[in-house]
């Protein structure tokens, strides 16, 4: 067994030094125990296996670099697992290179699930940082006590130093505290709560805030408990209200309700449906992918959320310069929350991977984003979207392009070309060349995995799969 000793929990250099000589020296996962050595010794191995590697042999190695950005992050994650977990999919990568494009195997997901959590922790964190007015012997200073769900607390300071350039702050964790004297981030060890002011005249603000847009007819209680998990609430001034108005809430919808209607006009109710197809959600166009997602989630602008697990949003780098677009989340795709995990994502990644592009730095997503289907017995059988359905969902694709700006867009099957080109767009007769699109992409139609997979006649399945190959690999040299 070889022991390797890591600075601190987030030691990203000590766990790539680590990983390096460990690789250089033979060493297969199962062997090595990861502990973090509060001393600060990098690596050291166990004394009854002294591990001797020359620095020569250990920096003759590389990997790709989606790799090294995936693993940046991961480590972030409060999870114990994720040393090793890194170490292996690095070990894997000797014999298998592409195996990070891979999203369907178990050591990839994983480290994407772990990665999603980082994100979503480095989200909440922008959201829900709430500053404080105090004084120190150099003025006025705004002090914030926050418990992050992972350790995001170093990555996401610079949010803060761009948007509050001109105003001195810290921004007190348990695992590090962050601090701007509106020139240079430094960090500090971790503090306890008891270092944070708790009451200012801010908080009267927040709540005034809070309350004036507080929606009774809107409450749906999980979903903002989804959006504002509890573990958060201590820290927001606003949260004290929140039992209140939610306890008022159906009294004052009830009162709403009550009040006499009015008719409108049926111009009205005919301007008011068209508004509510291509008007912004809620009166707000997504500023960014994560709004996307909590959006899709919750979106309802047709009915297929009724029957769907959860709405399914892309994924991918929000400057990817190359997007898919496929049809729907599948029946796997709508229980993991993520697009093309099942059998068609697997064609999908196998093509993928035979004509060198690497999905992780594309952006992958659906024209329509909840799983439409009937129920036969125990089975959920795919069926294929209305136009009105696209329709009503392309509000969210046209975001994802709004905020992706892809340089190609590759469509996959029917109903992602009548999303994207917005009218049917024959698959045969318009592949394997380029075709631009009105927001000066350029886009690429081609067959869907899942219409290779039902090709019953061997010989046209191989000419089909060979063609889809072909587009993909036209895609990326369009978007290089
Ligand atoms: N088919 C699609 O079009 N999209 C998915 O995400 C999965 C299957």
Redesign the pocket.
Known sequence: MQVARLAHETDFDGWRRAARELRAAGTPPEAVIWTIDGAGGLFAAASEDPLKVSRKTAAAFSVPKTFVDLAGKVILHRSDERFSLLYRLLWRLQGEPNLIHIASDPDVARAHDLERGVSRAAHKMKAFVRFRLAQDEDGEAYVAWFEPAHRVTEATAPFFARRFTNMRFSILTPDVCAHWDTRALAFTPGADPADAPREDALEEYWRTYYASIFNPARLKTAAMQREMPKMYWRNLPEAALIPELIAKAEGRTDAMVRQAPTVPSARAVKAALRNSRDAPYDGLAPTSLEDVAAGVDHCRRCPLWRDATQG?AGEGPARAKLMFV?????D??DLAG????????QV?DRALSEAGVPRAETY?T??VKHFKHEKRGKRRIHQTPTSGEVTACRWWLDGERRLVRPRVIVM??A??ALSVMGKPTPIARNRGQALQLADQAQGVVTY???FLLRVPDEAAKQAGYAAFVEDLKLAWTLAA
Do not use: K, Y
Not at 326 to 330: F, K
């Open positions: 399914v496929g049809e729907q989340p599948g796997q795709e993520r697009p093309f995990v099942g059998p068609a994502g999908f992958v659906n024209a996959l099957g109903t992602a869907h995995p899942s």
